[in-house]
C-alpha cells in the first residue's frame, strides 16, 4: 500500500460520502444520475466476487463491504425514498446505460487475464467503472446547472482517479511483478472520461456561467 | 505458466 493508492480511496470514499450527505441532508438527488448510481452498484458487486474467497487485509475486505452497502444505499434512496424519488431529474437521465453494461460484457468475454467466472466479472468491473460516469456527465450537461456538492462529488471521484495513475506509476517502478494492464488502460479512459469534464468545469467556474458540456 | 499476482486494490 502506497501513499496515492491510500489517498484514492479516501477521496473515492469522500465522495460517495458526499453524495450520501447530499441526498440525506437535502432530501434531493437533483443533477445525479442514477442510471451512473446502478452502474457503480454492479460495478462493486461484480468486481468484489472475491469477497469471501480472496483475503487480502482487513482493510481491503471493509472498504469493499462500504462500497457495496453505500452504492447500494445510493440507488435504493433514489429509487425508493419518496422524498427523494421526487426530485430525480428523470427526464434527463436518459442515457441508455444497458448498452453499456451489455458492450462492457462481451468486451469482458473477449479481454480477460483467465477465463475464468470471477475474472471474467472482475474485468467486466474495471471495464464497466471506466464508462459509468457518462449518464452523468450527460445529465449535467443537459440540466446545464451543477450544485456545489455535486460539483464536489465529481471533483472528489476525479482526484481518485488521478491518484490511482500516480499510484500505478510507482507500483510499476517500485514493484518487480506490477502488471496491471487491464485496469491500467481502462483507468486512463476514465480519467479522460473526467478531464474533459474538469476542463469545461473549469471554464464555466472561471467564467462565472453555466456549465455547457458540447454534445 | 505465471501465477497472477493477487488483486489487491479496490
Same mark, same amino acid.
Given at each position: ?6 489517498? @484514492? ?9 458526499? *453524495? ?10 437533483? $443533477?445525479?444520475?442514477?442510471? %451512473? ?6 460495478? &462493486? ?5 472475491? *469477497?469471501? %474467497?480472496?483475503?487480502? #487485509?482487513?482493510?481491503? #475486505?471493509?472498504?469493499?463491504?462500504? &462500497?457495496?452497502?453505500? #452504492? ?14 421526487? #426530485? +430525480? ?8 446505460? +444497458?448498452?453499456?453494461? @451489455?458492450?462492457?460484457?462481451? &468486451? ?35 440540466? $446545464?446547472?451543477?450544485?456545489? *456538492? %455535486? $460539483? ?11 491518484? +490511482? ?9 517500485? !514493484? ?10 481502462? @483507468?486512463?479512459?476514465? %480519467?479522460?472520461? +473526467?478531464?474533459? &469534464? ?18 | ?7 489487491? !486494490?479496490?
Amino acid at each position: 500500500m502506497n501513499a496515492f493508492r491510500l489517498a @484514492g480511496d479516501i477521496t473515492h470514499l469522500i465522495s460517495i460520502l458526499v *453524495l450520501l450527505l447530499k441526498i440525506y441532508a437535502t432530501k434531493s438527488c437533483s $443533477g445525479i444520475s442514477l442510471k %451512473t448510481q446502478e452502474l457503480y452498484a454492479v460495478v &462493486f458487486l461484480a468486481r468484489y466476487l472475491d *469477497l469471501f %474467497t480472496d483475503f487480502i #487485509s482487513v482493510y481491503n #475486505s471493509v472498504m469493499k463491504v462500504v &462500497f457495496i452497502l453505500s #452504492s447500494v444505499a445510493i440507488v435504493w434512496c433514489m429509487r425508493r425514498h419518496r422524498a427523494v424519488k421526487r #426530485s +430525480y431529474d428523470k427526464e434527463l437521465d436518459t442515457f441508455r446505460h +444497458y448498452y453499456l453494461v @451489455g458492450a462492457c460484457f462481451v &468486451f469482458a468475454l473477449l479481454v480477460h487475464e483467465k477465463f475464468t467466472f470471477q475474472e471474467v466479472f472482475w474485468a467486466f468491473s474495471i471495464y464497466l467503472e471506466a464508462v459509468a460516469i457518462i449518464p452523468q456527465l450527460v445529465l449535467l450537461q443537459r440540466s $446545464g446547472n451543477v450544485d456545489n *456538492l %455535486t $460539483g464536489q462529488y465529481v471533483f472528489f471521484l476525479g482526484a481518485y482517479r488521478a491518484l +490511482y495513475i500516480l499510484n500505478w506509476i510507482y507500483r510499476y517502478f517500485t !514493484e518487480a511483478k506490477f502488471s496491471r494492464w487491464i485496469a491500467c488502460i481502462s @483507468g486512463l479512459v476514465q %480519467t479522460a472520461l +473526467y478531464a474533459d &469534464f474538469f476542463y469545461y468545469y473549469f471554464l464555466s467556474w472561471k467564467n462565472n456561467a453555466k456549465l455547457n458540456l458540447p454534445a | 505458466e505465471l501465477e497472477p499476482p493477487p488483486k489487491d !486494490e479496490l
